[in-house]
């Protein structure tokens, strides 16, 4: 029996666009990386584990970039972003991450529908959440993205901020 415990993977076609989706998935790795867990990020060259945790403001202990993970079947867990493709993972848990409830990219073919049955499916928000339960009929969890505390610093404020259902917006008057 191979050993399995605390080896996260994560599979993402979208690590080089430094955005909020990226930020999302990256806070959520880094609750494994915290909790010791060795994260292995799928992806092309190695300097992108340097860019997201410049560009996000973080450091993990215990990351590393690596091209391809071809058997899937030494982890614990896989986290994958979705860009309409599926694969078979061997992993004990798979988790399949959707930023957006565009159609086209859900697992509706059977062969796509057998890849993920074992996967728990989430999305950043309730409106995609339920948009793909619609579509799938299947159970949507939701993790909203994390809101580091110094954004809510006076001191990091230079200007006033409010928020409103969700979106910042600075300066606004009431």
Request: glycine letters at 4%; proline letters at 3%; a positive charge.
């Amino acid at each position: 029996m191979k050993n399995t415990k605390k080896r996260v993977l994560l599979v993402s076609p979208y690590l080089d666009v430094l955005g909020g989706g990226e930020q999302h998935i990256f806070s959520i790795l880094k609750v494994f990386d915290d909790h010791g867990y060795t994260c292995d990020i799928v992806w092309k060259n190695e300097d992108i584990l340097q860019k997201l945790q410049e560009t996000h403001n973080t450091s993990f202990s215990h990351a590393q970039v690596i091209p391809h993970a071809s058997t899937r079947e030494d982890y614990s867990h896989c986290l994958y972003v979705t860009d309409g493709s599926y694969f078979f993972s061997k992993a004990q848990r798979n988790y399949i991450f959707f930023m957006y409830p565009k159609t086209a990219i859900l697992p509706t073919s059977l062969l796509n529908k057998l890849k993920t049955r074992s996967a728990l499916l989430f999305a950043n928000g309730e409106f995609t959440a339920e948009k793909i339960r619609k579509k799938l009929h299947r159970r949507v969890e939701v993790i909203h993205p994390y809101i580091d505390e110094s954004f809510f610093y006076e001191a990091s404020c230079t200007r006033e901020c409010h928020i409103v259902g969700g979106q910042v917006f600075s300066s606004l008057a009431f």
